[in-house]
């Protein structure tokens, strides 16, 4: 239920993307991905009742309280995206670079669910790159219309400020010390495949949660291998949807754009694409 949006808007035969699924364990872990759709934006996102509740910050975060960035929050995403680096493809949601530009714990700073609600979340993160106190504060919209998702997030001072910090000298990938030109220049998501099935390998129980995740890409996998014997008959029968697709959003826009994630409402809305 909590990523009905998540899966709404993704296409899982074609991303390399995590499936929605709900974890078990909470970590309280937190990823911060940067991500280069049609507008470079990072992706802040903290673990909570087995989802990553994520805001999209344009900017990026700062240890310098000075910086109050904006942060628009977004559809929860699956914990399995905690590792997700590598390319979502053209023409996808969110289609771009993405990569792992930090991770660790964090601790909310009193009561996490009141807190949230209440739109003012005090919390500690232990980063390689993020420490220390923050806060993210919802806005209240200013603009008729709003959706109401704007907030900041905003450094506290303690002893991890980093005054006029430049998040541009950090470009290189907590996972796999790679850039974004890099990351870029790989052949698919080949790369998060790997190291993901190399986290399941470790067999650490905090690895559990990727069990079920990569069980279920698996067998899909496997079926989709044993379906291409019959991949002209599907082939032809998705064409025949999409331009289906197409045909149906000229005659009605607004009931297509609602009902599908075909090819036309993809191209018509860049909004979704930065999210
Ligand atoms: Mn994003």
Redesign the pocket.
Known sequence: MALEEYKRKRDFRQTPEPPPQVGKANQNRFVV?K?R?TRL?Y?FRLEMDGVLKSW?VPKGPSLDPADKRLAMQVEDHPVSYFDFEGIIPASNY?AGTVMVWDVGTWQPLGDAHEMLRKGDLKFRLSGKKLKGEFALVHMKSRRPGSKGTEWLLIKHRDGHVQPDYDIEQYDKSVLTKRSMCEIAGDKGSAEWESSRKAAARGGSSKNDWLADTIAKVDARKAKAAKQSGNGRKAATKRASTAKEQRASAKRTPAKAAASSRGTAVKKNSSRKKT?
């Open positions: 991905q991500h759709a934006h992706d999209a969110g999210a």
